[in-house]
């Protein structure tokens, strides 16, 4: 069971995995992300011994990250929830994304991952997306989206 959870952020510079290792350790000091040799901008987000995923950082002149936007937009386009105007904007104003693509004792271990998710809010506006679910504030779930959508 994977799945992907994205914090979409639209200001500032590019996060790192050091940046965010560092964020990890001063909750957790058994965190560690090994970067991958090939790409200084991926690495296994892990917890002792244990996978928790595989993060990617990806900015607004990777193609990929430009592949992500478009893939999420038109999955909310023709959604008409109160939020939605908000995401399409953020969406369309991101400049950076911080990709999780969640491994097994992550997903059964969820409440550790919000350390991440906690400090990438209080470093820069964005919002989390997780798929089937949505898009969350640092607060709540503010548009719901199904994988239907």
Request: proline share 3%; charged share 30%.
């Amino acid at each position: 069971m994977t799945y992907f959870m994205r914090f979409i952020y639209k200001q500032g510079e590019p996060i790192t995995l050091a940046e965010l290792q560092a964020a990890l350790q001063q909750h957790d000091d058994q965190f560690v992300i090994h970067a991958d040799a090939a790409d200084e901008e991926s690495g296994d987000l892990m917890r002792g011994e244990d996978v928790y995923g595989e993060l990617e950082l990806n900015t607004v002149r990777d193609a990929m990250f430009q592949e992500d936007v478009q893939e999420l937009t038109d999955q909310i386009d023709g959604v008409h929830e109160p939020a939605a105007p908000y995401v399409r904007n953020m969406l369309a104003d991101a400049v950076g994304m911080v990709v999780l693509r969640v491994a097994e004792m992550g997903h059964y271990n969820a409440e550790r991952l919000d350390v991440l998710w906690d400090w990438l809010f209080t470093q820069r506006d964005g919002v989390l997306q997780v798929d089937g679910e949505g898009y969350y504030d640092a607060d709540r779930l503010i548009l719901p989206v199904t994988d239907d959508e």
